[in-house]
């Protein structure tokens, strides 16, 4: 299948398909806006091409949107295929070069799929099973649940951080975390760790208007969406006029950021009030985890919903929202090797964001405890392989 570049499409050049003009068109609109803003209208429009050609080539608006992500997973797939070239790539730095190469490369791309992996969470285990693949081919064995979750979240959120919000990523940092671990010490008791009693966020009886306009937007966002939701929705939802809304936020945009900074408040307060302190650092990152993942799956599963689809509302908004945690964890690096600290700390973050995309698609806190047990070892002693016979070294 023809690979299509991110370069603008010139309507003149008569080398282009019409249905490359169109899947250009349409990377163009997805990488930018929410799958619900686009239309099949908009993707004529930018493609200058009339409405009634579409149908010729795509059934629907959905059609297009998967052909996309599949030509990502083929470019994907093709880069990855340098493992299999010789035992000079068979290696873990090759594997992480690749996947933060792709994503510095095809951002457009990888915005797209980081919707489908939310809307269609079949990709996400596509995705998952071609990267552990690869990882499977290094390690010359199959690869555990709780291993791909080790060896591919930190990587890839990292990837993520470099492309979208410019962090830069030290890859012999991400090299040596997964081969030796983040951490000196290991765990003493699973128990001390899982056996907690968690308080639920509290009920204000007494609410700002501010307050309660921005609790009616985010229980809306989480439930409808962005672009489904007006500004009468909001206020209406909360019990006040149109005009009271703008004493206190100048547009919708902006009201969305502030949406996204309580739930980043509310994440944030919810596992300080229930972690325990005096456990040593490596069983705190393990309760973080645990708390982290009850509080998306069963005290507000919408806010994984609202900061992704602020990667396309509000930008900055998100990148404020990660760089937020990404300061909470530089205020606590006890017992983390001596690597690069923006890394390390990303790739924690990264741990806990995709342990809870997967258990909010398919998983219960069991599940959770499960997948924590084993990444306890992976944190303190990483996954080693011998590079030169391949496989897990002796």
């Given amino acids: 299948m023809k690979m299509l570049g991110e370069s603008s499409l010139t309507s003149h050049d008569q080398s282009i398909t019409t249905r490359d003009r169109l899947l250009h068109a ?3 609109l997805f990488s930018q806006k929410w799958y619900s803003e686009v239309s099949v209208a908009d993707i004529c429009r930018t493609a200058s091409l009339s409405n009634g050609i579409y149908y010729r080539y795509f059934r629907d608006k959905e059609a297009i949107f998967r052909e996309i992500i599949e030509r990502y997973l083929e470019i994907l797939a093709s880069r990855l295929s340098a493992l299999d070239a010789g035992p000079s790539n068979k290696d873990v730095r090759t594997f992480v070069e690749i996947v933060l190469a792709v994503h510095r490369e095809y951002p457009g791309y990888v915005s797209i799929f980081r919707e489908g992996q939310y809307r269609f969470y079949d990709y996400e285990l596509r995705i ?6 690869s990882l499977e081919h290094i390690y010359g064995r199959t690869i555990s649940p709780g291993e791909s979750i080790f060896l591919l979240a930190g990587t890839r959120f990292l990837a993520f951080r470099a492309a979208f919000h410019d962090v830069a990523v030290d890859i012999d940092a991400v090299v040596s975390s997964v081969q030796e671990g983040l951490f000196d010490t290991r765990v003493e008791s699973l128990n001390r760790v899982f056996d907690i009693e968690i308080y639920l966020p509290p009920v204000r009886l007494e609410k700002s208007v501010e307050q309660c306009l921005l609790e009616a937007g985010k229980a809306l966002f989480g439930r409808l969406g962005y672009h489904a939701v007006n500004i009468h929705d909001i206020t209406r939802e909360a019990g006040v006029a149109v005009g009271t809304f703008y004493n206190y ?14 739930v980043s408040h509310e994440i944030r307060e919810f596992i300080a009030r229930n972690l325990d302190t005096t456990l040593p650092r490596l069983e705190q990152e393990l309760q973080g985890m645990l708390l982290f993942s009850f509080y998306i799956t069963s005290v507000d599963e919408s806010c994984y919903n609202i900061v992704r689809e602020g990667e396309f509302v509000v930008p ?3 990148r404020e929202y990660y760089d937020k945690f990404e300061l909470g964890y530089r205020k606590r690096m006890a017992d983390i090797r001596r690597v690069d600290e923006r890394t390390a700390c990303n790739f924690l973050m990264g741990l806990s964001h995709f342990l809870g995309l997967e258990l909010l698609h398919n998983g219960t ?3 959770a405890k499960s997948l924590i047990r084993e990444l306890a070892d992976f944190l303190s002693d990483g996954i080693a392989y011998d590079k030169t016979s391949g496989g897990v070294d002796p």
């Fill in 128 to 133: 998952s099973r071609l990267f552990a693949d």
């Fill in 249 to 262: 936020f100048h547009s919708k945009e902006a009201f969305y950021a502030r949406v996204i900074q309580l």
């Fill in 365 to 367: 806190i069991d599940r």
């Fill in 26 to 28: 349409a990377v163009e």
């Fill in 316 to 318: 900055e908004g998100v």
